[in-house]
Nanobody, 122 residues
Framework: EVQLVESGGGLVQAGGSLRLSCTAS????????MGWFRQSPGKEREGVSC????????YYAGSVKGRFTITRDNAKNTLYLQMNSLKPEDTAMYYC???????????????WGQGTQVTVSS
C-alpha cells in the first residue's frame, strides 16, 4: 500500500518560515516525480512546486517563487518544502503527491497524502 505522510505544518506569523516533510512508503520513491499542492476552503487544489525523480528541474508556481524551495532525499524517501517569508494567503492544507510527470497539474499525480495544515496569521 502506498502511503505519503506529510508533517511540519502549523501556525506561524506572516514573514515566518516552516518546513514541510513528506515521507513515502510502498512505492519506489526515486522513480517518481513529486509535487506539493495546496487547497484553501472554497478553492480548487493548486500546484505549488514539483521536482523530478533525481531532484533536478524544480518548478514553482509564480505565487511562491523565490520564497519556497523544494528538495528531496531519495535515500530517506522524503520530500521537503522549505517555506520562507510566509504570507496570510499561503494559508491552506498542503498535500504532497507522487506521479510520473513533472507537473503542477493535479491530474498528473497518482498518489496523494492526507495533508498538513499551514496557517499564516497577519
Amino acid at each position: 500500500e502506498v502511503q505519503l505522510v506529510e508533517s511540519g505544518g502549523g501556525l506561524v506569523q506572516a514573514g515566518g518560515s516552516l518546513r514541510l516533510s513528506c515521507t513515502a512508503s510502498g512505492l519506489t520513491f526515486g522513480a517518481y516525480a513529486m509535487g506539493w499542492f495546496r487547497q484553501s476552503p472554497g478553492k480548487e487544489r493548486e500546484g505549488v512546486s514539483c521536482i523530478s525523480w533525481s531532484g533536478g528541474s524544480p518548478y514553482y508556481a509564480g505565487s511562491v517563487k523565490g520564497r519556497f524551495t523544494i528538495t528531496r532525499d531519495n535515500a530517506k524517501n522524503t520530500l521537503y518544502l522549505q517555506m520562507n517569508s510566509l504570507k496570510p494567503e499561503d494559508t491552506a492544507m498542503y498535500y504532497c503527491a507522487a506521479g510520473r510527470t513533472i507537473s503542477l497539474r493535479v491530474n498528473d499525480y497518482n498518489y496523494w497524502g492526507q495533508g498538513t495544515q499551514v496557517t499564516v496569521s497577519s
